[in-house]
């Protein structure tokens, strides 16, 4: 088992940065990559971006292309979301998401098996 858990949410003006953590616990020895999606009102759970571990591949959503970066600190199973230009439109719960089998996908939820509780994160325009 793997456990996730965030910090780093709150509330930030449009133009603002924020950056999120997520610390994995247990098996982290079999983790694969590690991932951020986010959840605004009324929407379904959406891809940010991920970092595969071995590789160090990134992967972006469009939508954060430029404005978002995703790092890791392997040995300490920490991945990072550097955060900048927040838009009121960025404004969901920011969910951790590890995977410990490989899949020819990234952006789906389904593609992650162990998942954090989530971060708020606000922006006020």
């Known amino acids: 088992q793997v456990q996730l858990v965030e910090s780093g949410g709150g509330l930030v003006q449009a133009g603002g940065s924020l950056r999120l953590s997520c610390t994995a616990s247990?098996?982290?020895?079999?983790?694969?990559?590690m991932a951020w999606f986010r959840q605004a009102p009324g929407k379904e759970r959406e891809f940010v971006a991920t970092?595969?571990?071995?590789?160090?591949?990134?992967y972006y959503a469009d939508s954060v292309k430029g404005r978002f970066t995703i790092s890791g600190n392997n040995a300490k199973n920490t991945v990072y979301l550097q955060m900048n230009s927040l838009k009121p439109e960025d404004a969901a719960v920011y969910s951790c998401?590890?995977?410990?089998?490989?899949?020819?996908?990234?952006?789906?939820?389904?593609?992650?098996?162990?998942w954090g509780q989530g971060t708020q994160v606000t922006v006020s325009s």
């Open positions: 998401a590890a995977r410990t089998v490989y899949k020819t996908t990234w952006y789906r939820e389904n593609d992650y098996n162990y």
């Open positions: 247990g098996r982290t020895f079999n983790i694969y990559s």
């Open positions: 970092i595969r571990w071995s590789s160090g591949t990134l």
